[in-house]
């Protein structure tokens, strides 16, 4: 579980952080996205024990760690693994020898330490690669050690910074999966800093939007797509206007965002059914938010019960965003 | 116009004047490299960006090293002398050029290793960190590991600056090959020496200079791994 409250942190008269508040419950995913600049680095520089926050307090399973120093520090390190943004293992080191390292910081003894290293190898699918050196490794299989690195001394919090940057989307899926086997089998907290919106739709259960060094969007991806003010929904949900409709040929247009198999696959032709209503899906589509199938629907309804099969969608669960076509037939 | 020196005896003076240079060189290149790396150590770790940076420290560091190293080589030898002889109990012979050697030697070995390794990138330093890794740990295992390869030709370098260096033992009775070739070929005519010192010279850099390059390869373990 990590905490952060009231974060600031200049350099030089620039403020990088200007009183971030977040928090990452424990055994999630927090995805802290942002333009470039926003202060995203920085944030998980703080986190990470690299940089020292102006003020504010970061708390690591309850404990604020932002004031430790000497051994006190190093062990808070120990608990909280990082994968640095960009290249960072050391190439005269084989992929064993790195994901050792941390266990050599911890006075781990040596056959301890080579199993440990085993079970990492295996967790990110590289043991077939264990006496290859970096530079014999591709960009995905040296983050995937850098991930298996991060996680050898068992840290409760997993920071990552831009992991799949420099990645093809099809290597970036293979150390995404990596970050999610972190949290579903080793039960870590993970943080991490991206611009692509790709990796908060696949692992994120969170996320925290930073502009200029502050938050201005912060909750679960699930109950932000719903909302249809988010910068979260904007960026994630298939566009609804792609095809310019007729409006006047229905009675109500309508968006409506559904989330779950339950609701994307029943809800539409059940709300038809009730009211006896003429209901089309004429835009938008469907997507997927990790497990979760999400779709955002333009309809268009006919029938004297529009209205009220509105209203019942959005009482069982699914969100209506705006009526562009009201009950006075007027666009609102 | 005295007949040339016989081979035989060319030999034997190369033999000895070359004991004497490798003594020299040997002997001052271990005290360089074992003042000179954790001198350059210490200039990196002050330094900006580095991983305990002391404005303070790094400059008075800095300042003493060039100073060192602007030094002539001939100057120190002399300035050196009584020095000299507190620590090695006398000022002339192969030994007490030890001292004047290693002591020009240390600034030098201290900035090329400072060079080589402020190269580490600073993202692989960081990754160490957050594995709390001490700041010894992080010398021994990231710092040095990582630019051996680098830290053994720039001792292979030192070696062949201080067989230069030690051309000018003579001024102090040091002997070596220089002094070979300065005393016994040039100022007495002999060029038979003078052109055999001067060759063997060039062979014994080249063969030192191809040692420390294979050495250096075999350390860098980016080479040779079993994929
Ligand atoms: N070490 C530093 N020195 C000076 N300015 C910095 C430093 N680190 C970050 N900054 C500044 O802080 C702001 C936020 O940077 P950063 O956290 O790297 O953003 P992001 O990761 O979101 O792109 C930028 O304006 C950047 O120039
Ligand atoms: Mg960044």
New interface residues.
Partial sequence: MITVENLTKSFQGVNALNGVTLDVEAGTVLGVVGPSGAGKSTLARCV???ERPDSGAIRVDGTDITALDGSAL?????Q???V???????????AAGNIA??L???GVPGPQRRSRVGELLDLVGLTDKA???P??LSGGQRQRI?VA??L??NPSVLLADEPTSALDPETTGSVLTVLDRARAELGVTVLVVTHDMGVVRKICDDVAVLEQGRVVEHGKVLDLVSDAASRTSGALLPAVDLNPINESSYDRVADVVLVGFAAVGALLPEASHRFGVELNIVGGGLTRLGETPVARFRLGLNGERSDSALEWISEAGGAVQRSLKGPQGVAA | MRSATPWSDVLSYLVEATGETLYMVGVSTVIATAFGVPLGVWLQLTAKGGLRPNPAVHRVLGFITDLGRSMPFIVLLVALTSVTRLIVGGSIGSTAVIVPLAVGAIPFVGRLVQNILSEV?V??V?????????TL?IVR??LI??S?PALINAIGVTVIALIGYSAMAGVIGGGGLGDLAIREGYQRFNDRILWSTVAWLAVLTTLIQLGFTRAARAS???RH???
Avoid: N
């Fill in positions: 990470a024990l690299l190093r062990a808070a390190r120990r909280i693994g990082v640095p943004q960009g290249d960072s293992l050391l190439r005269q080191r084989t390292l941390p050599e910081s911890a006496g290859a050196y530079d014999q850098a690195r991060a050898a001394a | 990138h993202t692989v960081e990754a160490a960190v957050t594995t709390g890794a001490s740990r295992s990231v590991r990582e051996l860098d373990r980016r791994a079993s994929v």
